[in-house]
Antibody, heavy 120, light 107 residues
Framework: EVQLLESGGGLLQPGGSLRLSCAAS????????MSWVRQAPDKGLEWLSA????????YYADSVEGRFTISRDNSKNTLYLQISSLRAEDTAIYYC?????????????WGQGTLVTVSS | EIVMTQSPATLSVSPGERATLSCRAS??????LAWYQQKPGQAPRLVIY???TRATGIPARFSGSGSGTEFTLTITSLQSEDFAVYYC?????????FGQGTKLEIK
């Protein structure tokens, strides 16, 4: 069974940084591309970033490029999202999601999310 | 980026009836259009991908159709568990983009 478990969220101050993690199990992690998607309180879904199985290829939403960095450690079956210069509008639930076999595939499995709250 | 527009924002339908949700893309995305279902407090769940293919475990009352820039999710014989928010997403180009969602509520 595919399992994705996000962690690293919490209450943070504006201007700070954090790293979110997504621990994967139940599949060969290195064979699948992964994405991060967020959802602000009572808002819709916003795709943020994707990374290929090898980690070589990465893509970002225009709104976060330069401030967010996606990475992965295939030896630890873990996906990461580094966020810098935190803003109040970064407050959201952050989901990791697994693609199908290709980076171009649809996202088929989602974690339960981790809540990030940015406030002074 | 490709802008996805869903309509209506809210759809009120009685159990047992049919619901039709629409999604429009600002440029062609065929066939790379997906639909997700999200219930309160839960993560999104893939319902339809490739415009018309049901995801694993999705009942046959869910169907997707469309091409080019116009897409539809149809749910026949609505069950209580179908009332949720539905999002369309294009995965034809980067960045991937979602529609703003349609809330399917009980009439």
């Amino acid at each position: 069974e595919v399992q994705l478990l996000e962690s690293g969220g919490g209450l943070l101050q504006p201007g700070g940084s954090l790293r979110l993690s997504c621990a994967a199990s139940g599949f060969t992690f290195s064979s699948y591309a992964m994405s991060w998607v967020r959802q602000a309180p009572d808002k819709g879904l916003e795709w943020l970033s994707a990374i290929s199985g090898s980690g070589v290829a990465t893509y970002y939403a225009d709104s976060v490029e330069g401030r967010f960095t996606i990475s992965r450690d295939n030896s630890k079956n873990t996906l990461y999202l580094q966020i810098s210069s935190l803003r109040a509008e970064d407050t959201a639930i952050y989901y990791c999601a697994r693609h199908g076999p290709l980076l171009s595939s649809v996202t088929t499995n989602w974690g339960q999310g981790t809540l990030v709250t940015v406030s002074s | 980026e490709i802008v996805m527009t869903q309509s209506p924002a809210t759809l009120s339908v009685s159990p047992g009836e049919r619901a039709t949700l629409s999604c429009r893309a600002s440029q062609t995305v065929t066939p790379n259009l997906a639909w997700y279902q999200q219930k309160p407090g839960q993560a999104p769940r893939l319902v339809i991908y490739g415009t018309s293919t049901r995801a694993t475990g999705i009942p046959a009352r869910f169907s997707g159709s469309g091409s080019g820039t116009e897409f539809t999710l149809t749910i026949t014989s609505l069950q209580s568990e179908d009332f949720a928010v539905y999002y369309c997403q294009q995965y034809n180009d980067w960045p991937r983009t979602f529609g703003q969602g349609t809330k399917l509520e009980i009439k």
